[in-house]
């Protein structure tokens, strides 16, 4: 897998509809779950984008410190649904944090990660902060990673 990292305006028209339909499939038809994606936050994001021959296959969106917490995040975390089971979500994650400190000249990164994901989480460092709480209508946990 290859990866492109880029700010809003270096996306191509057709780079920003791939990432729009990946996370619209998966966010809002998969897991059947009506929300707002488009939360006014990808502008000033960097975006994280993950290719084979076969075209788009995952995405991450990185926010700096002061977007959404005081620290870095990482959201929009995303795997086609025929590339998972494939390791491909540990190396768009690795990729992301690496990119995080290095963009952003950081040490510590939070997210807020789908309950039932909490285990792929922890196996990549992160340490859950927050009991269970619901995102739009979806269990969450608030989740820091610390460089270490």
Known sequence: MEFKLKSFH???VKELY???QLRNEVFIVEQDCAYQDLDGYDH???HLIGRTDAGLISYARLLKPGMTYIEAAIGRVVVASDQ???KRGNELMKKAMEECCKQFSTNIII??????LETFYTNLGFVTESETYLEDNIPHIKMRWVKG
């Open 10 to 12: 270096e996306l191509s």
């Open 111 to 116: 997210i807020s990660a789908q309950k039932y």
């Open 44 to 46: 000033d994001a960097l």
């Open 84 to 86: 998972r089971g494939t």
């Open 18 to 20: 791939d990432i729009l």
